[in-house]
């Protein structure tokens, strides 16, 4: 099989092209014939004209890649090797989504075919792609596993506006259902990932370690969160805290914030899902999503005391968010926990403005009903300062005099502008 993908005499096909897909699908047409396939035609077009939807790559990119993009699902008929790479969101329950994994694995099973490999990179819980993907498979193609066609699971760890930790300097897990498919999805894989490999043995140990890595970074993070609010009640600066407690040689250098998009806020609840299936109930795991996802009310509140504090009444006052993105110079709006902030605000009869220059303003409004506007219009009673793009990291004394009426309040939640504004109420996780 690999080696009629390296002569291009067989193609592997991408299925999603988002912040996964896109990238892999475009290293991988360096080396071998690609079809990059996604539902979404508006995005077909964008991407047909070297432009990436979620403004991550640049058009170069794209340059000497074999790849044809297509909506067509019937252009999959001509590929081998299917990698899977579609969103795994959780619903209104939190609890996994699998709509978008099944529906792309049926679209896979109709044009499965003797010899041909299906390798998963969407997160999962434990034992997912084994029991609920590969039925859909057999079933659809009529064909059986390790007898006539072979499965793996090699999770993402694309991090989105991280140009350091990129698709080929990052080790990349693979794991597959036999032996001899694990060597072939290995050498697939270190064609495009210089790093190289590490080989799991077994599909759920790679699951689960995509779980564990970012259920780690959810529970740190949420422990950083619950101290901040702590501190706060004492009136330490949590940044001053982390600064001194960082002077230890092993000491793990997370800190506060909100925790949304489509990995480190949604990940651990498929853990959650599969510990109750199993009928233990994960504390800890829970415990820090619930840190977590109540962050952006506990901002909002905050924002009220001190306008008040200033002597402010948050009826009819105005405020402005710079920022609505999931995390700083990315695009993507999903699960973004300033959602929460700017609804906790309203609920006190507050006006919010939100500029953010990275946000599609029309997909900001379709998610979460919020108007955005392209820059601020006149002063402000308070300022928040919620997502780091690098547009607002170095705004100055000067920039928020321009902002704040006299006895405005600066909300600074990623703590950029500590010690350098003097004029405000100030506050900072």
């Not at 058009?59 to 899977?84: H, M, P, R, W």
């Not at 101290?227 to 949590?238: C, V």
């Amino acid at each position: 099989m690999y080696k009629k993908l390296e002569a291009k005499e067989a193609k592997i096909a991408v299925i999603g092209l988002g912040y996964v897909g896109l990238p892999l699908a475009l290293e991988l047409a360096k080396t071998f014939k690609v079809i990059g396939f996604d539902v979404n035609q508006a995005n077909i077009d964008l991407l047909k004209n070297n432009i990436d939807p979620c403004r991550e790559l640049p058009g170069k990119a794209f340059e000497n890649s074999d790849i044809l993009f297509t909506s067509n699902s019937n252009e999959l008929a001509g590929a081998c090797f299917y990698i899977v790479a579609v969103p795994t969101p959780i619903d209104n329950h939190r609890t996994p989504d699998l709509a978008p994994l099944l529906s792309a694995t049926e679209c896979v099973a109709k044009y499965l075919k003797k010899g041909d490999y299906v390798v998963y990179e969407s997160t999962v819980f434990p034992g997912c792609t084994q029991e609920r993907c590969v039925p859909v498979l057999e079933e659809l193609s009529g064909l059986k596993l390790n007898t006539d066609f072979y499965v793996g699971y090699s999770p993402e760890r694309i991090n989105p506006g991280d140009a350091q930790h990129s698709l080929q300097n990052t080790t990349k897990i693979v794991s597959a259902t036999t032996p001899n498919a694990l060597e072939n999805v290995a050498l697939v894989y270190e064609k495009v990932v210089k790093a190289g490999v590490h080989k799991a043995p077994n599909l759920m140990v790679a699951e689960a370690a995509k779980i564990m890595e970012n259920t780690q970074r959810d529970v740190n993070i949420a422990l950083m969160n619950e101290f901040s609010i702590i501190f706060g009640k004492m009136g330490i600066n949590t940044y001053d805290v982390l600064e001194a407690a960082g002077t230890k040689w092993n000491f793990l250098k997370f800190f506060p914030g909100l925790v949304g998009g489509h990995c480190i806020g949604v990940d651990p609840y498929y853990m959650v899902y599969k510990a109750n299936e199993l009928n233990y109930h994960p504390h800890v795991i829970q415990s820090g999503r619930f840190v977590n996802d109540s962050m952006g009310g506990y901002i909002g509140k905050q924002t009220v005391k001190k306008m008040i504090a200033a002597g402010i009444s948050p009826i009819g006052a105005r405020v402005l968010v710079l920022g609505i993105t999931f995390k700083e110079n990315v695009a993507d709006i999903r699960n973004s926990k300033v959602a929460d902030i700017i609804k906790e605000l309203k609920s006190f009869s507050v006006s919010v403005d939100v500029i953010d220059p990275q946000a599609d303003p029309q997909r900001v409004l379709q998610e979460y009903n919020i108007e955005t506007t392209a820059k601020p219009s006149g002063k402000y009673q308070a300022v928040i300062a919620a997502v780091s793009h690098k547009e607002y990291v170095n705004l100055t004394q000067e920039d928020f005099d321009n902002l704040l009426v006299p006895n405005g309040v600066l909300i600074d939640i990623k703590g950029n502008y500590k010690g350098k504004i003097s004029k405000y109420s100030y506050w900072s996780l």
